[in-house]
């Protein structure tokens, strides 16, 4: 089962949260039945999600991530509630490519290194905050500690992995993400550089049976963390046929009667989880009359 670990220097300076998502990589992977290299990029994806999910305030809030780099992966989507759980979409499933000069999947060759990554949070506001910067390299831990400096201007350090077996079964994704609060001093900084410098891969770690807080703590060593909170996480879809049926009600009765017109039977079917959700339209259309009616009367008798 995939556990999420919060983490605080003693001295309160500098954060750690490190993540093992193998248990939702691998269901990701078994839902959009992914290449060994597309598996690799969406599960690094959702990793940082997840981090950056447990980061927000509430667990109402969301985030998500996009990608849209020029590789022949197409869209990515990783989206992730307050509480680390995951689900994701990916543009283009199958991608065959070499592998890298490293002999390691090639992850940028995939997403591209020409495009762009969104931050989307929803805070419960209004409107949700939107980040947009260039993607630098499509090797996605890069491009979201690219996004931290440049739009969140937060000295940040993400490490993510996925390694993936031959028959395509996940042995192990997590990663781990460390930043610098306000106030750090530069034999702090230096302190943390020598630690991730002196790590293995996160793939190497957990390969070898490490935990979260076994990353946490070579990360974080020197600095007597302590530890915030810590979660499990799942891959988890949050779709239902109740809210799929007012996704149709929002297309409004105009286009409801131009579908129902072409064929009243209506599947809607999950990009994220694969859910399928039958549906009358002539029933749709009753019950959207019948809601419009209701409403109009409220309005008459104020």
Do not use: W
């Given at each position: 089962m995939g556990k999420i670990v919060r983490t605080l220097s003693?001295?309160?300076?500098?954060?750690?949260?490190a993540v093992d998502s193998t248990d939702a990589v691998a269901r990701m992977e078994q839902i959009h039945k992914t290449s060994a290299v597309v598996t690799a990029a969406e599960?690094?994806?959702?990793?940082?999600?997840?981090?950056?999910?447990?980061m927000l305030k509430s667990t109402k809030d969301s985030v998500t991530l996009r990608m849209e780099g020029d590789g022949p992966v197409g869209m990515l989507i990783a989206v992730s509630d307050g509480t680390g759980n995951v689900k994701?979409?990916?543009?283009?499933?199958?991608?065959?490519?070499?592998?890298?000069?490293?002999?390691?999947?090639?992850?940028?060759?995939?997403?591209?290194?020409?495009?762009?990554?969104?931050v989307i949070k929803d805070l419960g506001m209004k409107e949700p905050?939107?980040?947009?910067?260039?993607?630098?390299?499509?090797?996605?831990a890069e491009d979201i500690t690219n996004y931290y400096a440049t739009s969140e201007q937060v000295p940040t350090v993400m490490?993510?992995?996925?390694?993936?077996?031959?028959?395509?079964?996940?042995?192990?994704?997590?990663?781990?993400?460390?930043?610098?609060?306000p106030g750090a001093t530069d034999a702090e900084i230096d302190q943390l550089?020598?630690?991730?410098?002196?790590?293995?891969?996160?793939?190497?770690?957990?390969?070898?049976?490490?935990?979260?807080?076994?990353?946490?703590?070579?990360?974080?060593?020197?600095f007597d963390p302590?530890?915030?909170?810590?979660?499990?996480?799942?891959?988890?879809?949050d779709c239902s046929a109740e809210r799929t049926k007012e996704m149709l009600f929002s297309l409004g009765?105009?286009?409801?009667?131009?579908?129902?017109?072409?064929?009243?039977?209506?599947?809607?079917?999950?990009?994220?989880?694969?859910?399928?959700?039958?549906?009358?339209?002539?029933?749709?259309?009753?019950e959207y009359d019948a809601q419009a009616a209701e409403r109009a009367a409220a309005e008459q008798g104020t």
């Open positions: 003693k001295d309160g300076l500098v954060m750690c949260c599960g690094r994806l959702l990793t940082a999600a997840s981090i950056m999910g447990t994701g979409y990916v543009g283009n499933p199958i991608v065959e490519i070499p592998l890298n000069k490293q002999g390691k999947l090639d992850v940028s060759g995939a997403v591209g290194s020409e495009g762009f990554l969104y905050y939107i980040g947009q910067v260039p993607i630098i390299s499509g090797e996605v490490a993510l992995g996925v390694l993936v077996d031959k028959d395509l079964s996940i042995l192990c994704a997590g990663g781990f993400m460390v930043q610098l609060l550089e020598k630690n991730i410098a002196a790590m293995p891969s996160v793939t190497t770690l957990l390969h070898e049976g490490k935990t979260p807080e076994d990353m946490m703590q070579l990360a974080l060593a020197g302590n530890v915030l909170d810590e979660r499990d996480v799942h891959y988890q879809c009765r105009k286009e409801l009667v131009r579908m129902r017109d072409e064929d009243p039977a209506c599947e809607v079917v999950c990009h994220f989880c694969h859910s399928k959700y039958q549906y009358d339209l002539n029933d749709l259309l009753a």
